[in-house]
Structures are given as C-alpha cells and as structure tokens.
C-alpha cells in the first residue's frame, strides 16, 4: 500500500460524533503497517474522566492483538483530514511496544511527500534505572 493509499484509508475511518458531553469519538485516524505486512486501523476516543486513547494506540492495540508489535509506517489524520503527528503518549507507546519501532515511519507531508521516524520525534525515550 502507498503512503497515499494509506492517507486514504485513514480518511475513510473518519467519523467524528459527539455522543455526549463526556465522550466524543472518531475525530482522529490512524493506519499503522505492521512489521508482518498487515494494515492497521483506529480512532481516537475522548473521554471527559481522562480515559480515552488516541488514534495511534487503538490501531497498536489492534495490531498486538494479531500478535505484532513492530510498526512500519504511520499515517494519522484529524477531523479535516489533516496530516498529524503522534503525541508524546503515543510516541513513548509505540516506543514502548518495540525497540524497533524507532525506525517507523509518520507521514509528515504529503506534497512534497515528506516522513520523519519514530526516533526523530522521540529522542529521548522515558526509561527506568534497570537498564
């Protein structure tokens, strides 16, 4: 899949709903490409109490759940469709999930087509004392 097969992938899960004032959903989407080839997908999910999870975390947790934990590429979009770059949380997730995934992959740009790594965005990893 091409970095604007993806983009559009992306786009297509977009479906933002306020379904009250304490959850709001599908304002964002992400596509990760696993390390096994495979396509993942996710929105976000806002809850008021703190609980909710982006984009990125849903399409991992999905994409974990296939048994996979290295990521390729990224693509996330917001509302308008939108290029996006992960948030801190999301960095240090993905991080967290595999070593590996320093070398992934965001989509920055579409014209002219532009990426930037996992590692680029993340350079200074959280860790604890027992490494």
Same mark, same amino acid.
């Given at each position: 899949?091409t970095?604007?097969e ?28 696993? #390390?096994?080839?495979?396509?993942y ?11 909710? !999870?982006?984009?990125?975390?849903? #399409? ?53 087509l532009?990426?930037?790594?996992l =590692?680029? !965005? ?5 860790q604890? =004392?027992?490494?």
């Amino acid at each position: 899949m091409t970095y604007a097969e993806m983009l559009a992938l992306a786009r297509s899960k977009l479906n933002p709903q306020v379904y009250d004032k304490y959850f709001s959903a599908g304002f964002v989407s992400a596509v990760l490409e696993g #390390a096994n080839g495979k396509y993942y997908t996710g929105v976000n999910l806002d809850l008021a109490c703190g609980l909710g !999870f982006c984009a990125e975390r849903n #399409a991992a947790s999905t994409m974990l759940t296939d048994g996979e934990r290295t990521v390729r590429r990224i693509v996330c979009v917001d509302e308008k469709g939108a290029l996006m770059t992960p948030c801190g949380s999301c960095r240090e997730f993905l991080f967290q999930l595999s070593r590996e995934n320093v070398r992934a992959e965001f989509l920055v740009s579409e014209h002219p087509l532009r990426v930037r790594t996992l =590692g680029e !965005f993340l350079p200074d990893p959280w860790q604890t =004392g027992r490494e």
